[in-house]
């Protein structure tokens, strides 16, 4: 699932366009300073940013520099009232990605969003393929070869996650937030990522020659078709 950070101190705008987002199946997150902004850019990674001008703390410019200053090439969206042509030249420069004048309509909002991630190519593919392994992310479907293979909604969600990093470690640390939106781990949470592991491992791989879901010991957990455990 895409990822948003919207940035935003005037709440109600911000509670607006995380409800107009999670409407159109993205996750969205809603923080309202641009220290709160920092800490989620830390914590955890995104697919966009929306992000405030005029923000207490560290303003929208401000969050910008760092960000492109330490290599982060998420894209973003720039929000603000100030609508001179130096203003936006300013925000431009200063690594944005696009910019929208306040007040603005949510359908323009998502329509620049969606081109922005078309651009960055982070907009989930119709299919993943692993291998024989297919993933269907519109239909929340998987089949293997020629036979379809029955997933609970959260099992498909671990799945996509899988295969959208295949060939990579996934950590525990990195299922717990990005899947069960957990910020801290904890040992039932870490067995009940095993456990949802296990019966993927059991439903995708029993019978078949060449296993896809490998562990990493110790550290995690990788799909694809040469990754040794």
């Known amino acids: 699932m895409t990822r948003v950070l919207i940035i935003e101190d005037d709440r109600k705008t911000a509670s607006a366009i995380r409800d107009g987002l999670q409407l159109e199946g993205y996750e969205a997150v809603a923080v309202n300073s641009g220290a709160d902004g920092m800490d989620a850019l830390r914590t955890g990674p995104f ?124 950590t525990r640390q990195m299922l717990a937030r990005d899947v069960w939106h957990e910020t801290q781990r904890a040992t039932p949470l870490d067995n009940v990522i095993d456990v949802h592991i296990a019966h993927l491992r059991r439903k995708i791989d029993e019978g078949h020659g060449r296993r896809l879901i490998h562990t990493v010991r110790g550290v995690g957990f990788v799909l694809g078709e040469n990754a040794r455990e």
Not at 47 to 65: F, H, N
Not at 126 to 150: S, T
């Open 47 to 170: 697919d966009a940013v929306i992000l405030d001008w005029m923000l207490p703390k560290y303003s929208g410019i401000e969050i910008l520099k760092d960000m492109r200053a330490n290599g982060v090439r998420t894209p973003v969206l720039l929000l603000t009232a100030r609508d001179t042509l130096e203003d936006r030249v300013l925000g431009l420069d200063s690594g944005a990605d696009d910019y929208l004048i306040k007040p603005f309509a949510f359908a323009e909002l998502s329509a620049r969003l969606r081109a922005l991630l078309r651009r960055a190519g982070d907009v989930d593919p119709v299919q993943r393929r692993v291998g024989d392994l297919v993933l269907d992310i519109e239909l929340r479907r998987a089949r293997r070869g020629m036979r379809l293979i029955p997933l609970s909604p959260k099992e498909f969600d671990l799945l996509a996650y899988l295969a959208r990093h295949q060939g990579e470690t996934v």
